[in-house]
């Protein structure tokens, strides 16, 4: 097994990557008008659908895959991801954009030093973490047909503090998934946290970003 550090500076290595990966790929898609339209017309819920079987692939799939299985599933899920975020560049102004990664980069920075560090046992948190992940997805299916604000803007909030948790809890498994598979625990810790990044990020840019038109 690899020692504390390298688990850690691979991981971020790959959770750098992946983000890098999906904002190049999202920057990308909106300057070109046709592809952004062929994305959107053609419905995002597709490709959210392919994520979804994409990461339970992944999770099935991780005590017996290899490492070249794991970065195609992670590097494929990012780029699908990107795609997504090409409504995001048009919707939101770049400085906007910008600001509000730079303020997730430092929450979470802090957030995982905290994990590194911290050695208190987590795992009952993380089932906490997972009820309300599960009602916030419930609350905000049902908010689609009554299309409450103020439920949406409660629910961006929770969003935000479940996956600040969550961020905290990754960390602290990162050791877990070693044991599980050490060849493939970077890559899938990576991107466990690629998912607390991007979660964040849009639920602080919902609340605090500038659209173009402003």
Do not use: H
């Amino acid at each position: 097994m690899e020692n504390k550090n390298e688990l850690y500076s691979k991981t971020f290595m790959y959770l750098s990557l992946g983000l890098l990966i999906t904002f190049v790929t999202g920057y990308t898609v909106s300057l070109n008008e046709v592809m952004l339209s062929n994305i959107l017309s053609g419905g995002p819920e597709i490709i959210w659908i392919l994520e979804i079987a994409l990461a339970i692939f992944f999770g099935v799939k991780l005590p017996k895959m290899s490492k070249g299985e794991a970065v195609i599933c992670y590097i494929l899920y990012t780029f699908l991801t990107g795609l997504t975020f090409a409504s995001i560049f048009a919707v939101f102004s770049i400085s906007s954009i910008i600001t509000i990664f730079l303020v997730t980069a430092c929450i979470f920075g802090v957030l995982a030093l905290i994990g590194i560090k911290s050695n208190k046992d987590v795992t009952s948190v993380g089932t906490i973490l997972f009820v309300g992940l599960i009602a916030i997805i419930i609350l905000s299916i049902i908010n689609i047909f009554i299309g409450s604000s103020m439920l949406a803007l409660v629910l961006t909030i929770i969003g935000v503090l479940i996956f600040l948790g969550y961020t905290i809890y990754d960390i602290k498994c990162l050791k877990v998934l070693e044991m599980v598979n050490y060849e493939v625990a970077p890559i899938y810790g990576a991107f466990e946290l690629y998912l607390d990044f991007i979660n964040i990020f849009i639920n602080l840019l919902q609340l605090f970003g500038n659209s173009r038109d402003n």
